[in-house]
């Protein structure tokens, strides 16, 4: 199948290339607000390589103004659209959807939009009120228009990448969510289109972000070694004894130390969180929104005995640019929290 690529900048352009390929395989998406990076273009990628040449793989460009509050920086977001259908276009699409404001809202602010609930109203929701409304709002009104089995985002944006995924479960949209592990720069900043902004000494300063992150993993994965040892060591008193004798004593101990001891979650953020007080003294300081561990299906802080799936979050400000961030991490399973 030879495959074409063009850009459209109605919904009328966009139904009529979907409908003129009327292609056999899947439909997939990736949303944007344009000044496309590598990560962006990894998610193209994998729409890309999910669906195979036969599929259809549409790259949505919106600078959504629902979702940015008063204040924001809605006025100087970049937009670099030639720049960008040269990026989606070598990663795979095959239409890029980049509507105006008026395509995309003809009578002005819609008067019916989504509200996020509980969770969009807790970390990123706390700190950018009605964000995450106006988030849903796009992303109903782009999965309605570009018609994709699946879609694509980025789990650097995760409680997003959680919300929408309730949404698709909550409304019945009927479209697989897909998610694809954050794309970092070789100093381990996260890449987003914001790192732009940095001077040469606030990208310093903002490096804390994702080197607190990585304390706060190094330290889970440390406890659930520590963990998976003490399962291996009887308590017994000759089995102690025993192990005393052959000089394992100390590890005993200390695995069994670590395996009874309450505060796991809190010895992860207290790990985070001295990298990012180290970072509020810095010349220019990071001023720290949030670092949270979390349950990735609320968004609500964890508890010492929580098992499963988890969040480790931040977002800060460097200047004035806010940056967010996050790793997964695993409770309950000794392994890499990758």
Known sequence: MTRT???APTAADLHDALDRHAVPGRTAVVMTMGALHEGHATLIRAAREHVGREGFVTVTVFVNPLQFGEGEDLDRYPRTLDADL??????????????????????GRP???????AMGERL???????????MLTVVAKLLHLTRPDVAFFGQKDAQQLALIRRMVRDLNFGVDIVAVPTVREEDGLALSSRNRYLSPQERRTALALSRALFAGRDRHIALEALRARAREVPSSRARAEALSAIGESRAAADAHA???????PAAIRAAARQVLDEAA???????LD??????????????????????????GRVGSTRLIDNIPLTFGTFGDAS
């Open 86 to 107: 040269k990026t989606a276009e070598q990663a795979g699409a095959d239409i890029v959807f980049a509507p105006s404001v008026e395509e995309m809202y003809p009578g």
């Open 111 to 117: 008067e019916v939009t989504l509200r996020a609930g």
């Open 281 to 287: 003294r810095l010349d220019p300081p990071l001023e």
């Open 290 to 315: 949030y670092l949270a561990l979390v349950d990735p299906a609320d968004f609500t802080e964890i508890g010492d005995d929580f098992t499963g799936e988890a969040v480790l979050a931040v977002a």
């Open 124 to 134: 990123e929701g706390a700190a950018r009120p009605g964000h995450f409304d106006g």
């Open 258 to 264: 670590v395996a009874t001891a309450s505060g796991g």
């Open 5 to 7: 690529f063009a850009l």
